[in-house]
């Protein structure tokens, strides 16, 4: 079974910096591309950063230079460095992973990240 565990998230302050990481029970083989998407109550979920297994990156534009995507192959772990964290970063963060000649998006369970003072 296909499984995404997810870790990190939490409370942090405007400006601060959380770090949260996706390990995938999948041979890094199989895997096309993995990284984050996020919601809010009432919103579609949007795309925060992804990275694929050539190692290009994609950030919204809302992240970018913000946020950075790293991968473990070693570990099948992906990673999401959050800097300068904003309210507006506020939401449930899904890891998600693509694989293969597979056209289902796996999700993670999703981590509360909630930026506030």
Known sequence: ?????????????????????????????????????????????????GINNRGGT?????????????????ENTVALQMNSLKPEDTAVYYCYMLLHGDYTTYWGQGTQVTVSS
């Open 58 to 74: 994609d950030y919204a534009d809302s992240v970018r230079g913000r946020f950075f995507i790293s991968k473990d192959n070693a």
């Open 1 to 49: 079974q296909r499984r995404l565990v997810e870790s990190g998230g939490g409370l942090v302050q405007p400006g601060g910096s959380l770090r949260l990481s996706c390990t995938a029970s999948e041979s890094i083989f199989n895997i096309y591309s993995m990284g984050w998407y996020r919601q809010v109550p009432g919103k579609q979920r949007e795309l925060v950063a």
